[in-house]
């Protein structure tokens, strides 16, 4: 899975340089994960792309829900799809290199070996969609303004700058503090970069629709609150030929049309309203594409195979409420999902069972500790579940039959341990005295058909529990608020985790509204073992911290994992020419264009397709 540059960040163990200056300054225009960049400084395009691709068409997409707010970097608000094209940032991560980060707004990036600082040198041809150039007062405005008003996470991403200071007409130095890991580089060169004359006139911290200054490939041309917005490609960007956009951006305008859920998104689809979707519904991949337009090639789906860590994707507990703070109600709870049933009659055996929180990569714990591993886990030892020490941790399994006696019964005698009575059907707390009662909440109808079987099988442990499907602008903001007993959340993975799992799982993160720790995990030892991933000076150090904040993870049962697929299913009307290569890493849509000829032919085909 991959993850937005806005939002989040590629995280850099060590960094390679190719170039060396006099005073021993390294000096580079990408910062990589490996021994090198996929690209080196002289690079013209990038391999998967066509150079030669044609500039122009309309491309309609889709997005659940609603917007209001063209302002992606706060809580408040829900942004617009696509907001991200407006926004560019000092460097970028690229479709077919998730180790790299490459100069996008810097051309040059400069970091002396002792990492005390780093030093982001602007291209001078970098600009706004107004024509005023991109400075370092920009650069300089934005991270204070993100640090101090921004989504959490950023707080959490630099929380070792000591200072950042203007260097030189079109150079910004970021100073960092003694100790400070090998990744901040590379988060520093992901900053969303703002105008400060746009916003300095504005309130950062409320949402708005007016139309904000941007620096992307494209820019908002119309748009209508909750319903639609367009973008319309930047003819005179700056950046269209730079090596890392050549070939990309072809479509003269992209529109986004918001549907109120999935179901109904799909049956636009068929009828041709939009043009490409991504397809996470095992039923709906299964079952709702045999209409005329598939049959007759004038829809062309087909899965695209990648690498990318999966992640963890489970039902997810709120251990901010009393009830779920004993451990042993959230494990028994765990044999109660039949995956296997579940797998085999609703998602068509299409997946494949999720039980590391960094599944799909080396990253994730097998067997037992390494000897490596024990050093870091040793200093919990009676702190954290001593199965971390002595087993490797497998989510139950089933035959799949929807008999799950065998599963109940480990469930019963976890819970009779712990305390835990049923009395006239009903699980009793042993701390309250009153039964047991879960909500599930949720966004999308899709997921409804999975909980429902879930909650019967928690019926029979004597847990009464219930299904609350809401509007997405209800759902964000009870996530936000923490509001809920259990949900639905994935919490994405990169090759190279780093600072980004101190908002998923740090005691600091837990307390701050619209943070990644939805869970409300608070616990010293994952903070430590979150620091050790964090100070990893190489890439061996790093997996081993992983594992080991990984078997903590595991056995906290802070989740009842879900499924994972390492595959993108993709649905296109036909009218795209593609590259004929994808990149490794993401489905490749923006470096995809209009092929005439398709485009001429397609409102004959759509018409026909009703």
Do not use: C
């Not at 829900?65 to 560019?88: D, T, V």
């Not at 949402?207 to 209508?224: A, D, N, R, V």
């Not at 480990?410 to 009662?437: C, F, H, S, Y």
């Amino acid at each position: 899975m991959l993850i937005p540059k806005l939002f989040t960040s590629m995280i850099v163990f060590f960094i390679t340089f190719t170039q060396l200056s006099a005073e021993k300054l390294n000096k580079t225009h990408a910062l990589s994960l490996g021994s090198a960049p996929k690209y080196d400084s002289g690079f013209s395009q990038l391999d998967y792309v066509n150079v030669n691709a044609p500039k122009g068409g309309k491309v309609l997409r889709h997005a659940i829900g609603s917007f209001n707010s063209f302002n992606p970097f706060i809580i408040k608000g829900k942004p617009a799809a696509g907001i991200g094209l407006l926004y560019e940032s000092l460097t970028t991560t690229l479709p077919d290199d998730d180790l790299s980060d490459y100069g996008l707004i810097a051309e040059l990036i400069t970091v002396p070996e002792d990492l005390t600082w780093v030093e982001f040198k602007l291209n001078k041809s970098a600009r706004f969609h107004d024509g005023s150039a991109i400075t370092p007062e920009d650069v300089i405005y934005s991270y204070n303004t993100l640090l101090k008003f921004g989504r959490p996470h950023y707080r959490y991403y630099y929380t070792n700058v000591a200072s950042v200071k203007k260097t030189g007409a079109l150079s910004v130095r970021f100073f960092l503090k003694p100790g400070s890991n090998r990744e901040l580089p590379q988060i520093l060169g992901q900053i969303p970069v703002i105008s400060k004359k746009w916003w300095s006139k504005r309130n950062f911290t409320k949402t708005t629709l007016e139309i904000p200054l941007g620096s992307g490939p494209y820019k908002i041309k119309i748009f209508e609150p909750g319903r639609y917005v367009t973008y319309e490609r930047v003819l005179d960007y700056w950046g269209k030929n730079l090596p890392i956009n050549r070939g990309r951006y072809n479509f003269n305008e992209v529109r986004f049309d918001y549907y109120k859920d999935q179901s109904i998104a799909m049956e636009a689809f068929k009828a041709g309203e939009y043009d490409f979707r991504i397809e996470n519904s095992s039923k709906r991949w299964a079952t709702a594409y045999n209409f005329p337009a598939r049959k007759t090639g004038r829809v062309i789906i087909h899965e695209q195979p990648h690498g990318n860590p999966a992640g963890m994707q489970g039902f997810v507990f709120n251990l901010r409420r009393s009830k779920f703070l004993d451990p042993a109600l959230r494990e028994a709870i765990g044999y109660a999902f039949d995956f296997e049933w579940s797998n085999k009659n609703l998602f068509y055996s299409q997946y494949k069972r999720t039980r590391s929180f960094f599944q799909n990569s080396e990253l994730a714990a097998e067997g037992l500790p390494s000897a490596k591993e024990l050093k870091l886990l040793e200093p919990f030892r009676g702190k954290i579940d001593k199965r971390v020490f002595t087993q490797s941790y497998a989510p139950p399994k089933t035959e799949g039959k929807g008999r799950i006696r065998k599963n109940l019964k480990v469930a019963q005698k976890i819970l009779n341990r712990a305390g835990w009575k049923v009395d006239k059907m009903r699980l009793i707390n042993p701390k309250t005295k009153k039964p047991l009662e879960i909500e599930f909440l949720l966004s999308q109808p899709d997921f409804e058909r999975i909980v429902l079987p879930f909650i019967h099988n928690l019926k029979r442990l004597g847990i009464k529990s219930t299904v609350r499907t809401v509007d997405s602008s209800q759902y964000t903001n009870r996530l936000r608020d923490f509001d809920f007993d259990v949900v639905i959340f994935t919490f994405a993975q990169s090759n190279s985790p780093g600072n980004e799992q101190r908002g998923y799982w740090s005691s600091n993160a837990a307390k701050m509204k619209g943070s990644n720790n939805v869970a409300g995990v608070a616990d010293q030892s994952i903070d430590s073992l979150i620091d050790s991933l964090i100070r990893s000076r190489n890439r061996q150090d790093l997996i081993t911290a992983s594992n080991a904040l990984d078997r903590v993870l595991q056995w906290k049962h802070i989740v009842v994992p879900h499924w994972h697929i390492s595959s993108f299913r993709l649905a296109r009307w036909d009218k795209f020419g593609l590259p004929e290569y994808p990149p490794a890493h993401a489905p490749g849509f923006w470096s995809w264009w209009i092929d005439p000829k398709k485009n001429t032919d397609l409102p004959v085909m759509i018409k026909g397709s009703r």
